[in-house]
């Protein structure tokens, strides 16, 4: 049947089980747009205060969901309003698709009005991106582009759409979604079989586990390996959940705000076990210090990340779901580590997470609020001292429930992803821990949460600065604070309830308990704002440069 080229896009997104686009409309995207309006029983469009908004939500779908997230953008500047939530996906492996409109192929490259060249500008920041020149190419653009941002490392991709590309017509046959098959293709018996011997003779063996292990849906394949192993577990920021936070085997999070345990563990241990991550520079700090006691295995089905950081002594490149398989079926037999596992047990009872003065409300906020949240409610992030804290005392006991800005660290992204995230689990509570200076990047997706009234919970983290920031200039800078003071009098209450959001405070004094639970209790969008010192920190920590092992602010416990 012959379908205009905005009608096919709308059918193969049918084709691929989408529902739920994020978007914001413009004069590029018109054709699109009243497609979308044609089809508004099957595909459900939401609509954002701002581009970056809706590339976020996008992106916080697809973390909560598994699925593709999908976003719409004009030409020009609606497109490059993308670019950091393309980038956000990008860095931490978030399979989204983003559609934007460009101008017609005979204006192309004359500066006409909103144009940009978005797929030259997106190219570092897509797993791949296209523009479509030929509405004959349509249809399996779009199916091309699902597939790739699913298929092994997952990622973000651009499809631009010229706007005659959707005006004109073209024959339409629909397909099924394009399978997708674990990726194996370089997986080697030799490396599986190295790994193996390694892991027989070691005698300390320490994981190391990432968010390629959530990304691949083997979170319990990943918990029964370390079983069958005896052996204890890190995570980095996007690995947590993978493990349960209550397991005797978890250690805690690795790096600049990891613990003790996990930093001494990794410094200490024979063997370490990578697994879906990439020894972000936040993990390794001092490069040349990071598991120097250790041999490595990298297990990664990214072949770009094998010793592009850190150098592995034996590398297995495949899906991590099959890799932990095929490596069970080689063991067999359990391994015991009683003695590494009993020194483990110590370090734990010695260097537990401890707060001074300067961490003890924001812990006592967190803890609280996990106690009035159901078990598998969705944790979303902004970016700063909250986001560690959310990390360090939340409990994170379900994969793919924490969501965050790991590799970019984007202030701003919290709001819009837990919008994607209520949209995409609408039985599910989903609550933004925020800090005051990020939070303010895009409050304006407040009108959105009022719009559509989701019932999500913003806890706004108020210290009245830019609290990581600042406390870097209290330890490398001399107090020199420069800019990171927040004195604007701004009301958040009435700011929220000026968007029609409701807005409550919790000062200092007040039991977090009362207040989270009323806020929880409304069913509503609501801002907690929660007073909290200007110069709490974010302890133990890593000064830059040094080696893990080296912290900051730990506090040992009597043992």
Known sequence: ??????????????????????????????????????????????????????????????????????????????ATNLVTGLATAYMDSVPVVALTGNVPLSLLGRDSFQEVDITGITMPITKHNYIVKDIADLANTVREAFYIAKEGRPGP??????????????????????????????????SLRQAVELLRNATKPMFYVGGGVIRSHAAQDFRNFLELVDAPAAASLMGLGAVSSSSDRFTGMLGMHGTKVSNMSVSMCDLLIVVGARFSDRVVSKSSAFARNAKIIHIDVDPAEIDKNITSCCHVVGDVKVVLQRLSKMIGEPMKHEQWMDQIRQWKQRYPIRVTEESRRPREIIRTLQKVLPKDAFIVTEVGQHQMWAAQYFKHEVPGHFLTSGGLGTMGYGTGASIGAQFGNPSKRVVNIAGDGSFRMNCNELATLARYQLPVVIVLMNNHCLGMVRQ?????????YSETTLDTPLDWIKLAEAYGVHGMRLTVDDDPAVVLKAALDLGQPVVVECEIPIDDKVYPMVAPGAPIEDMLGVVEADV
């Open 1 to 78: 049947m012959e379908l205009t080229g905005a009608q096919i896009i709308i059918e193969c997104l049918k084709e691929q089980g989408v529902t739920t686009v994020f978007g914001f409309p413009g004069g590029s995207v018109l054709p699109l747009y009243d497609a979308l309006y044609a089809n508004r029983d099957s595909i459900r469009h939401i609509l954002t205060a701002h581009e970056q908004g809706a590339a976020h939500a996008a992106d916080g779908y697809a973390r909560s969901t598994g699925s593709v997230g999908v976003c719409i953008a004009t030409s020009g500047p609606g």
């Open 157 to 190: 991709v651009l499809i631009d759409l010229p706007k005659d590309m959707q005006i004109g017509k073209c024959e339409y046959m629909p397909e099924k979604p394009w399978p997708i098959e674990p990726k194996a293709s370089r997986l080697r018996e030799a």
């Open 472 to 480: 870097w200039q209290t330890l490398f800078y001399d107090k020199h």
